[in-house]
């Protein structure tokens, strides 16, 4: 499994995915500044890279969840990652928007849930995981018994461990901060010089620069 991670680290770092500038800062939806960009959709345009991703999330789903009945993406990053594992390991899909439709029947669940089917979510990306434990409580809102969750990379903020364990919702994911700043540093993407900066941003982001 590391080496799995520090594989997709290098992977998301080769096709810019995953960008790191620890002398300047990207600005966050939330505010937050950050020396760290990601994101995982750019993993659909490589063949070789979506593929070497599905089949991590399909080995990592039998390894620590077992049986399930439906596997669900977040959307929008999880829809298409999540659509894949279903067709490889031939089960149905769904997935959950961030909010109800505002027309038609005002779904926030698409496809077919039943309650009670043991249900497996697909996520790309998880930060302070908010957005992520809201697809778990609209489908368990629906009845349904939600396995757990795998997305692809997390930041691994210590705030959403906290929400994780709250909601008691096992995660796991295909890789992390910590591959990410070996595979860089290891590549040379970064300086030693600059792993000091990056941990402490993980630490207290919110008030990182400021």
Not at 19 to 36: C, D, M, R, V
Not at 187 to 205: C, F, H, M
Request: with cysteine; glycine share 8%; net charge neutral.
């Amino acid at each position: 499994m590391e080496n799995t991670a520090k594989q997709i680290a290098n992977y998301l770092m080769q096709i810019n995915a995953i960008k790191l500038e620890p002398q300047n800062h990207f600005t966050w939806a939330s505010g937050w500044f950050s020396p760290i960009y990601c994101d995982n959709r750019k993993t659909l345009s490589y063949p070789a890279i979506r593929t070497f991703i599905r089949d991590a999330f399909v080995e990592n789903a039998k390894t620590n969840f077992g049986e399930f009945d439906v596997v669900v993406g977040v959307a929008t990053g999880g829809i298409a990652h999540g659509a894949l594992v279903a067709e490889a390991i031939n089960k149905p899909f769904a997935y959950v928007r961030s909010t109800s439709k505002g027309h038609g029947l005002g779904n926030q669940i698409e496809g077919v849930v039943s309650t009670e089917q043991k249900v497996l979510v697909i996520e790309d990306l998880i930060s302070t995981g908010g957005s992520s434990l809201k697809a778990v409580d609209a489908l368990r809102e629906a009845g349904c018994d939600v396995v757990g969750m795998i997305a692809i990379f997390t930041y691994d903020f210590q705030i959403a461990k906290n929400k994780f364990k709250e909601k008691q919702v096992k995660c796991y994911t295909l890789s992390n901060y910590n591959a990410l700043i070996d595979a860089a540093t290891e590549s040379g993407y970064i300086q030693n010089s600059d792993v000091e900066t990056l941990k402490a941003w993980r630490q207290d982001p919110g008030n990182w620069k400021k």
